[in-house]
């Protein structure tokens, strides 16, 4: 039997960014806090150090510090009529694991999303009007406008030290940075980086056919930085060890070294490592959460009374612990019932391969994980999507984040994947070849979702996850459409060979892609459609809430931590007005 | 003989002494036994230890057979042989470097969910093999050969002609080899990235040794220091000598 402990006023399950941000901010109302984190304790020194960190093997193709499957996976299956099976390896995605969650190797990428993907339904529908939405496909808006979380954002941007380029300030377009942002009131905190050889070949191109080219914005210290917090980063190295791993210089932006060590300093927040939570425990009438379950690195099992529950594990954790502890409705695809697990959404990737003559040395080795630059014309947004025929865009880059060899020595198409042919290949290559990819924006629709596995159980004999999902033709033409731009780019740059890569048939769990999975916890208006209100605050039981990108309706052309720190730091607002007046903050 | 050994097993047996124990009390001298556990057979006098074989690397085989080993040897030879261009797999010490691997928490699929039911998915499902990789290993092993000695006249993969190996992993790679017991493909696709892997990898894994692939492609490995040099070498050979993480350490 579980070991009862002594009640807690706020329980936080899951300690990444979202986590350490609530805790930080709520540790000054005073209440005493429970933060329960299922992985084990990581800092700096001596988990990331140099030059043991700059390890691909272990770390990128391992995933030492990402989730181990062996006790918690989830199954997979494109459509209903398949029986979904377990991944039984990572591969698509890369849930992190242990304190500063997936915070601790994520690449520093930190966009604003535009003003268009938090309401892309009221723009659709004032832009193109009801018909251009196709049937199956549930656009929603989150119930909280761009203007709104602008703030926020700023907040996370400074948080984190971004560097980049303001393209928009208060209106005012600005040259050079990113001039389909929505407004900003102030710019970033740090100048952009250096830029690499790829970087400039990238924007001469663009621009020379008319595009928008800037810096991407970046969590990778473009110098060194003290935040508003008092938090000292290191400068980049530009080590080009950045997604998967570690910073061993404090000079990209994590939750371990920032957030999570303020909250921890104080004497009302209590940080329980290994501390795996298995459900959220409702009262009879599932309206208000009790306590959490959960079991100790020697496998005790302890329940933890709370007044207040905050989800923040990774955004498929999340909804796994809401359909475990019957929070919520689950979704039914049938009937359309139902809002947990809904609106499960992630990404579409396509792009070109740009081959260069030998005279050409890009030196993919030397980058940082967020170092890009970037377009957005063709983004959400920014164009009139619907005239080619979709709804929704992308985000168009040359990335230089490290030529790691295992995981990047590209070659022709055509050449064999072994043998004499493929090494000469190889070494003619390595140097002189760079990627321009489209990150492609996904709409949520009723066949895509997220609900319980009928047959596969965790260590824990827990039902697995079970996730149905593939592509619908909206966004393989958008892909396609994107992918033809990307060539058009790598063609302008001057290339000897550009090889498109065009949209995926269907999607496959197998090969990497991007940690970048949303929904299946909607945030809304409509308790109907959103298993969250515009507060994070789940609408069916109000003392929990719910972060992290769980809660986007659909996914975006970029990468999503920017609008998770930004949601972050609204709920925690919110949050502090429910404590002096426990209920509902928006009625049902 | 024979009847010797299964009245002294019956004796120990009823004595309540097996396995290991058994061994220990049935061997008469401490070479005796050291040459039992080596054999990794329980009567050590009639299996003598095995010579050592002539270029067999100083580190041995952890996982390994040595039927196996010449076999792994010959599929990375073939996978990435050597040129004037640079090493070979099995000169970069691939070989030891999968071994490594399988002996490892890698090979015991540490990180893998292995419990069942299992069933043939589709490729967008990924692996579904009810084996973690040192038996997907060691049963793929043995499927390629019997797989080679059905269509190369009883011969195992290292015995075939370097035409031969190609024509035979084309044959694998290409779907149109039916293994006994397992998918040729899943077989091949997971012995092609651990090569490529140990090729490309730190060379404290055991490939990659001297860090010669690095070289070959210029790569400087584990450095990663380059704010000073990122703009000057816009467009420029950066030409340094690769360091490994030991080289670092």
């Not at chain 1, 209440?31 to 984190?37: G, T, W, Y």
């Not at chain 1, 740090?190 to 621009?207: I, V």
Request: with cysteine; net charge neutral; aromatic share 10%.
């Amino acid at each position: 039997m579980a070991t009862q402990l002594k009640s807690a006023d706020i329980v936080i399950v899951g300690l990444g960014w979202t986590g350490g941000i609530l805790a930080k901010e709520l540790a000054e109302t005073g209440l005493s806090i429970v933060v329960l984190e299922r992985g084990g304790p990581r800092d700096t020194n001596p988990d990331f150090m140099y030059p043991t960190i700059h390890d691909e093997l272990r770390y990128a193709q391992r995933h030492e510090l990402m989730q181990n499957v062996s006790r918690e996976t989830l199954t997979f299956r494109n459509n209903a009529s398949e029986t979904a099976l377990p991944m039984r390896q990572l591969g698509s995605f890369l849930p992190g694991e242990g304190v500063g969650g997936a915070g601790v190797h994520w690449n520093g990428v930190t966009w604003r999303w535009l003003p268009w993907d938090h309401e892309p339904l009221k723009q659709t529908l004032s832009r193109y009007g009801k018909a251009v939405i196709p049937p199956d496909m549930q656009l929603q808006d989150w119930g909280v406008a761009y203007d709104e979380l602008e703030p926020y954002y700023d907040k996370f941007e400074y948080l984190c030290g971004v560097s980049g380029k303001a393209g928009n300030l208060r209106g005012e377009s600005i040259d050079g940075g990113n001039v389909f942002e929505g407004p900003r009131q102030r710019d970033y905190p740090n100048p952009p980086m250096l830029q690499t050889h790829a970087g400039a070949l990238f924007e001469k191109a663009a621009k020379s056919l008319g595009y928008h080219p800037f810096p991407g914005p970046s969590a990778n210290m473009s110098q060194a930085y003290i935040n508003p917090d008092g938090v000292a980063f290191g400068a980049c190295h530009y080590c080009g060890y950045c997604e998967r791993f570690g910073c061993e210089a404090n000079a990209k932006a994590s939750a371990h070294f920032t957030v999570i060590p303020l909250a921890a300093g104080k004497s009302n927040v209590e940080i329980r490592t290994n501390a795996r939570v298995m459900k959220v425990n409702l009262d009879t009438k599932k309206t208000r959460a009790e306590s959490v379950t959960y079991i100790d690195a020697g496998g005790r099992e302890f329940e933890q009374p709370a007044g207040l529950v905050v989800l923040s594990a990774y955004a498929l954790g999340n909804v796994h612990l809401m359909l475990l502890s019957g929070i919520g409705k689950p979704y039914n695809p049938t009937s359309g019932d139902g809002v947990v697990g809904r609106n499960y959404a992630y990404q579409i990737g396509s792009g070109a391969t740009v081959f260069f003559d030998e005279k050409t040395w890009i030196n993919p080795f030397m980058g940082a994980g967020a170092l890009a630059v970037n377009i957005d014309d063709f983004n959400t947004g920014s164009f009139d999507h619907a005239r080619e025929g979709f709804i929704g865009g992308g985000g168009i880059s040359t990335p230089s984040s490290g030529g790691r060899p295992i995981g990047f020595h590209p070659v022709p198409p055509g050449t064999p994947a072994w043998g004499v042919e493929w090494k000469r290949a190889v070494v003619r290559h390595y140097n002189h070849t760079l990627t321009v990819i489209n990150q492609g924006s996904v709409m949520s629709y009723r066949q895509n979702y997220l609900d319980l596995d009928p047959a596969y159980r965790d260590r824990y004999g827990r039902p697995l996850l079970r996730m149905t999902f593939d592509y619908h033709a909206n966004e393989q033409k958008q892909a396609n459409f994107l992918a033809d731009i990307c060539v058009k780019i790598g063609q302008e740059m001057g290339a000897e060979r550009v090889a498109r890569r065009g949209s995926p048939e269907r999607y496959s769990i197998v090969p990497y892609q991007s940690t970048h999975n949303t929904g299946g916890a909607a945030m809304g208006a409509d308790p109907t459609t959103s298993a969250l209100n515009r507060y994070c605050q789940t609408w069916d039981v109000s003392n929990v809430f719910v972060t992290g990108a769980c809660a986007f309706p659909q996914n975006a052309g970029k990468n999503p931590t920017g609008p998770i720190g930004a949601l972050a730091y609204w709920t925690a607002d919110a949050i502090k007005r429910y404590l002096k007046n426990p209920a509902p903050l928006v009625p049902a | 003989m024979a009847d010797d050994e299964v009245h002294r097993r019956d004796v120990l047996k009823g004595l309540g002494v097996t396995g290991a124990v058994a061994r220990m009390v049935a061997t008469a001298s401490p070479v005796q036994e050291a040459a039992a556990q080596t054999a990794a057979q329980p009567h050590a006098h009639e299996h003598p230890q095995p010579a050592p074989r002539a270029g067999q690397s100083a580190d041995g085989y952890r996982f390994f057979t040595p039927a196996e080993a010449a076999i792994v040897v010959a599929l990375v030879d073939t996978l990435i042989p050597k040129d004037e261009v640079g090493p070979g797999g099995v000169e970069a010490g691939v070989p030891i470097f999968i071994d490594r691997e399988l002996a490892g928490a890698y090979g015991r699929g540490a990180r893998m969910y292995l419990d069942g039911p299992f069933r043939q998915g589709t490729p967008q499902q990924g692996y579904q093999l009810p084996l973690p990789f040192a038996d997907l290993y060691r049963i793929g092993i043995a499927d390629l050969t019997a797989w080679c000695a059905k269509t190369h006249g009883g011969k195992t993969f290292d015995q075939l002609s370097a035409a031969d190996r190609i024509t035979a992993l084309k044959t694998i790679e290409a779907g149109q080899a039916e293994f006994a017991q397992i998918p040729a493909r899943t077989f091949f696709g997971v012995l092609l990235q651990n090569t490529m892997e140990g090729y490309f990898a730190d060379p404290m894994y055991g490939g990659n040794r001297n860090s010669a692939v690095w070289k070959m492609i210029g790569f400087p490995g584990a450095i990663g220091m380059y704010v000073d040099v990122i703009e000057e070498y816009r467009n420029k050979h950066y030409e340094v000598e690769p360091k490994s993480i030991q080289d670092l350490s």
